[in-house]
Structures are given as structure tokens and as C-alpha cells.
Antibody, heavy 122, light 108 residues
Framework: EVQLVESGGGLVQPGRSLRLSCAAS????????MHWVRQAPGKGLEWVSG????????GYADSVKGRFTISRDNAKNSLYLQMNSLRADDTALYFC???????????????WGQGTTVTVSS | EIVLTQSPDTLSLSPGERATLSCRAS???????LGWYQQKPGQAPRLLIY???SRATGIPDRFSGSGSGTDFTLTISRLEPEDFAVYYC?????????FGGGTKVEIK
């Protein structure tokens, strides 16, 4: 069974950092692009970042560029999101999602995790 | 960035009725790199349609997508009780990838 399990969320003060993880199983992880997508409470979906199969190409939403860093460890079947300088408007449920092919552009997201909640508050 | 505008915000329909959801892009979406997702309360999104008109694995044929360029449509031919949810369009041809604001399909 294809599965994505996010972890690392929690309550953090503004300006601090947090690292999210996503453990993948049930598919050949290094064949596919991966993404982070977030959803603020009661709001819609916002793409945060995507990474190609070999980390050769990476993209970010303007709202997180320069503060967040996406990475992956294909040997560990894991995806990460390093979040620095967190702000209140980063508060959201963060989903890990699998791309349908190897590039984060040009392919939809065909498998999603259940998400991990990040709350930024003093 | 490509802005996607979905309409209407809310669609109130009865089971068995036809639902037509619209997604308009601020500029042309390359080679129909447009997808539709369904999200139910407390659940992760689920891919319904990719490439503007191709159904994802396991999606019933009452769901269909159409359109090109800047105008796209998701049609649910006959609403089943499990189809009442929020639907999002997404373009993935140009970074940053973007989602529309969503259309809620509710029971009338």
C-alpha cells in the first residue's frame, strides 16, 4: 500500500524554526517528485514547495521563499521541510504529497498523507 | 504566478443532479497541466482529474473534466451522496504551482 506519513508538527513561537518529515512507503521513492502543500484553518490549499526525484530542481511559493527549505533523502525514503523564521500566517495543516512522475512540474499529485499541524503562536 | 479563480464558491444541489464547476486561469495553462481534487472534511485531498480531462485511477466515470487555455470545467453527471465535498483546481505547468480557492458542493 502506498503511504505517506508526516511528522514534526507542533506549537512554535514566532521567529523560531521547525522541521517536518514525511516517511514514504509502498512505492519506489526515488522515481517520483514530492511536494509540501498546506491548508490554514478553514481555508483552501496552498502549494508550498516541490522537489524533483533527484533534488535537481526545486520550487517554492513566494510566501515561503528564503525561509523554508525542502529536501529529500532517497536512501531513507523521506522528504523534509525545514521552516525558519516562522510567522503566525504559517499556521496550517501541512500535507506531504507524491508527484505522479519524476518532475515536480508537469504532473499532478496522486497520493497524499494525512498531514501534520503547525501552530505558530506566542 | 498563475491565479486560478473557481466559481461558484458554493453549489447547492440535490443527489442525482448535475454539477458544473468552473476554473478560470489568469493566463494560459501550458498543455492542459490542470488537475482537479476532491476534499472531504477531515480528510486529505484526492486527485480526480489530471491533464484537464483524464480520470485518475479508481475515479468513477460520472466525473469528467474539460477545457483548455484559461477555462476549465469539472462536471459531475449525477451527484451521489459521497460527492458532496470541496473541489479544487490546480495548475502544475508553471512554478509556483497554484490552486484555486475551491468550490463547495453542498446538499440542497
Amino acid at each position: 500500500e502506498v503511504q505517506l506519513v508526516e511528522s514534526g508538527g507542533g506549537l512554535v513561537q514566532p521567529g523560531r524554526s521547525l522541521r517536518l518529515s514525511c516517511a514514504a512507503s509502498g512505492f519506489t521513492f526515488d522515481d517520483y517528485a514530492m511536494h509540501w502543500v498546506r491548508q490554514a484553518p478553514g481555508k483552501g490549499l496552498e502549494w508550498v514547495s516541490g522537489i524533483n526525484w533527484n533534488s535537481g530542481d526545486i520550487g517554492y511559493a513566494d510566501s515561503v521563499k528564503g525561509r523554508f527549505t525542502i529536501s529529500r533523502d532517497n536512501a531513507k525514503n523521506s522528504l523534509y521541510l525545514q521552516m525558519n523564521s516562522l510567522r503566525a500566517d504559517d499556521t496550517a495543516l501541512y500535507f506531504c504529497a507524491k508527484g505522479a512522475e519524476d518532475y515536480f512540474q508537469y504532473y499532478a499529485m496522486d497520493v497524499w498523507g494525512q498531514g501534520t499541524t503547525v501552530t505558530v503562536s506566542s | 504566478e498563475i491565479v486560478l479563480t473557481q466559481s461558484p464558491d458554493t453549489l447547492s444541489l440535490s443527489p442525482g443532479e448535475r454539477a458544473t464547476l468552473s476554473c478560470r486561469a489568469s493566463e494560459s495553462v501550458s498543455i492542459s497541466y490542470l488537475g482537479w481534487y476532491q476534499q472531504k472534511p477531515g480528510q486529505a485531498p484526492r486527485l480526480l482529474i489530471y491533464g484537464a480531462s483524464s480520470r485518475a485511477t479508481g475515479i468513477p466515470d460520472r466525473f469528467s473534466g474539460s477545457g483548455s487555455g484559461t477555462d476549465f470545467t469539472l462536471t459531475i453527471s449525477r451527484l451521489e451522496p459521497e460527492d458532496f465535498a470541496v473541489y479544487y483546481c490546480q495548475q502544475y505547468g508553471s512554478s509556483p504551482l497554484t490552486f484555486g480557492g475551491g468550490t463547495k458542493v453542498e446538499i440542497k
